[in-house]
């Protein structure tokens, strides 16, 4: 029987209790209904997973102890981080959601000229503690042991410079893409490429498509514009193609 498994929002040690967040205790005991001695797996997104059990359900929150370390990785073998264009609250969310199964290491929301969706920093605040949720709950189902980092929504600027991270390191080859539909090249053309890279980087545009400032800015930045096929895709439909295709060319990771 598969048993549960729960993310705790701090740093877990063998045989040292701790406390649930709220939400997830009241997921324990009012959705689970699990009683006090069930076996469940907990994991603090720092890296492995514990076998644990609950230990003790109050008001104030559902207590677990960790009983045994397990160095169980399940990380997808290339680093990918996706720039998403922001979309509309489910539609969002499933992006999320999806991504985290998919095993993407980054996420970067970003605010586009043709976004349907505009934020101010209240509910940039709060959809960015929601993404984290998701994203939480993704990895309790999917079995990732490490949370993707989400950053807070951002102009294209910033998200085009953290992008370029890394740039300076030798060791580290970064293969970054945009989708275009009008794009004379294909992501198939860039198969060695990508099988070469360390890490990669896919821009997802807006329902709208990005625009030619957008597209200037991002190649400036090293991206390369690819086509994705005949057919023109929803943002949400293009951003888990692009990550699924993304980690089939990149293949496995050579062993050090």
């Not at 209240?122 to 949720?133: C, F, G, I, S, V």
């Amino acid at each position: 029987m598969r048993l549960t498994r729960i993310h705790v929002p701090v740093a877990l040690a063998i045989n040292q209790p701790a406390t649930l967040s709220r939400a997830a205790s009241l997921h324990v005991t009012r959705v689970l209904r699990l009683a006090v001695g069930t076996k469940i797996v907990l994991f603090d997104g720092r890296g492995g997973e514990y076998d644990g059990e609950i230990q003790q359900t109050t008001r104030a929150g559902v207590t677990v102890l960790p009983t045994q370390h397990r160095l169980i990785e399940r990380e997808a073998d290339s680093h990918i981080t996706l720039i998403q264009a922001l979309a509309r609250g489910e539609k969002m969310d499933w992006i999320v959601q999806k991504a985290t199964e998919l095993g993407v290491a980054r996420i970067v929301p970003v605010a586009l000229e043709r976004s349907v969706v505009k934020l101010d920093d209240h509910q940039a605040e709060k959809r960015h503690a929601h993404w984290l949720a998701v994203a939480i709950n993704a990895c309790e189902q999917c079995g990732r042991n490490r949370l993707p980092e989400i950053a807070a929504p951002c102009a294209l600027s910033a998200a085009l410079e953290t992008a370029a991270d890394g740039e300076s390191d030798n060791s580290c080859q970064h293969l970054r893409v945009l989708l275009d539909p009008a794009a004379a090249d294909s992501l198939d053309a860039y198969v060695l490429p990508l099988r070469a890279s360390s890490a990669s980087s896919v821009l997802i545009g807006p329902e709208g498509g990005l625009t030619d400032a957008e597209i200037a800015a991002a190649r400036a930045a090293g991206f390369v514009a690819v086509n994705f096929g005949p057919r023109i895709l929803r943002t949400e439909t293009a951003a888990i193609a692009a990550l699924s295709v993304l980690q089939f060319l990149a293949g496995p990771r050579s062993p050090d």
